[in-house]
């Protein structure tokens, strides 16, 4: 009569579907639930972006509530209170004075620049804690562009000279980490050997592997003032439409000596996740970028969402696809939560 059970009774006389195989008896109780769960986030999986910049005071972000632009002292007591919760790992983004910004970006190695001091500062006060820090001239450049610009090309090779001075300097005051997020082909190779002759052996890279040209990135921009002078990124970051072109640039970094493989944006591009994860044996990062947190926040403001569960389960879902590591702006609350609600 085939395999599909057909509705019969039982000894009790009750209604019986003969079926053996029933998933559900294994979802029946929380200590059930909790003993077959496959993946679980835990604070020191995150590493959570902190903006700063030069003023005294802290700025509100329009389009990211609950995240602020951070004078130094106020970085300081988010990283406190982050560390409260379990959260160890900061990547930092700076909003440069415009008078500082130039073609070829070279703030972004000045020993006495916002980035430099502030990772010194952290180091000295937290010396566990590890501290990230972006690989890129945007911040920096007057165009707006991840690289120098001449005849309205991003320039390769020459800004990746201009990186490697960033990635040395930010490694001499104290970087234990560095991350390109500039996409410029060879970087991660010319990184590894700058930072090799150097001395830093030791230093970390975290390569933006899979970086796509993503309309999700307009709030970051927005907080650093860094929305491109002219054109958009396409030139160097992905298009959203390419899957196997992130195993191309995997390989790449992979072989270039990258420590950690990153995809970003991350809730869209969980098949980017899982592809990667498949492809290699580093550890694999994906970044919950500021449109997604935006989003997050503009539904749970409007009492769309439970902004709790949401996250959480989002940030579960990164583990699920393959994430060893989730960068969000959810960091220290989601920790947080997960705290106070006894979940881990
Ligand atoms: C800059 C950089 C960007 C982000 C991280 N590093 C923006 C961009 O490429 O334009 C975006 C992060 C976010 O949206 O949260 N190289």
């Known amino acids: 009569a085939g395999s599909s059970p057909a509705l019969t009774t039982n000894n009790q006389g009750g209604v ?18 909790a003993m077959v769960r496959e993946n679980i986030v835990l604070p020191r999986n995150f590493i959570y972006p902190l903006f700063i910049h030069e003023e005294r005071y802290e700025t509100e972000i329009p389009s990211m509530p609950g995240q602020k632009r951070f004078s130094l002292a106020g970085m300081m007591a988010e990283v406190a209170e982050s560390l409260q919760f379990g959260v160890k790992t900061f990547v930092l983004f700076p909003k440069v004075e415009d008078r ?23 180091k000295d006060r937290f010396p566990d804690v590890t501290v990230m820090t972006d690989v890129a001239l945007d911040p920096y450049s007057d165009q707006g562009h ?3 610009v001449l005849n309205g090309k991003i320039i390769n090779d020459e800004t990746i000279e201009q990186l490697c001075k960033q990635a ?35 230093v970390s890279i975290m390569s933006y592997t899979a970086k796509y ?3 999700y990135y307009g709030p970051f921009r927005d907080a650093l003032d860094s929305h491109p002078g002219f054109g958009d990124k396409k030139t160097y970051q992905q298009d959203p439409a390419n899957g196997r072109e992130a195993l191309l640039e995997a390989a790449l970094d992979a072989a270039e000596g990258a420590d950690f493989l990153m995809i970003k944006p991350g809730m869209p591009y969980l098949d980017v996740i899982l592809r990667l994860k498949q492809a290699t044996n580093l550890p694999i990062a994906a970044y919950h970028v500021s449109g997604e947190y935006a989003m997050l926040k503009a539904a749970a403001e409007r009492g769309w969402l439970n902004e709790k569960d949401v996250v959480l389960e989002t940030m579960t879902c990164f583990k699920r696809a393959g994430c060893d590591i989730i960068l969000s702006y959810y960091a220290k609350m989601a920790s947080k939560w997960m705290i106070e609600d006894g979940l881990i």
């Open 16 to 33: 019986w579907v003969p079926q053996m195989a029933r998933p559900r008896r294994n979802r029946k109780s929380e200590t059930l639930r």
């Open 100 to 122: 500082l910004k130039t073609n070829d970006g070279r703030e972004a190695y000045n020993p006495a620049g916002i980035v430099p001091r502030a990772i010194a500062m952290i």
């Open 146 to 148: 991840d690289g120098i």
């Open 168 to 202: 040395v300097c930010q490694a001499r005051a104290g970087a234990d980490i560095v991350a390109p997020s500039d996409m410029m082909d060879g970087r991660v190779g010319a990184l590894r050997r700058a930072l090799d002759s150097e001395g830093f052996t030791d």
């Open 213 to 215: 040209a993503s309309a």
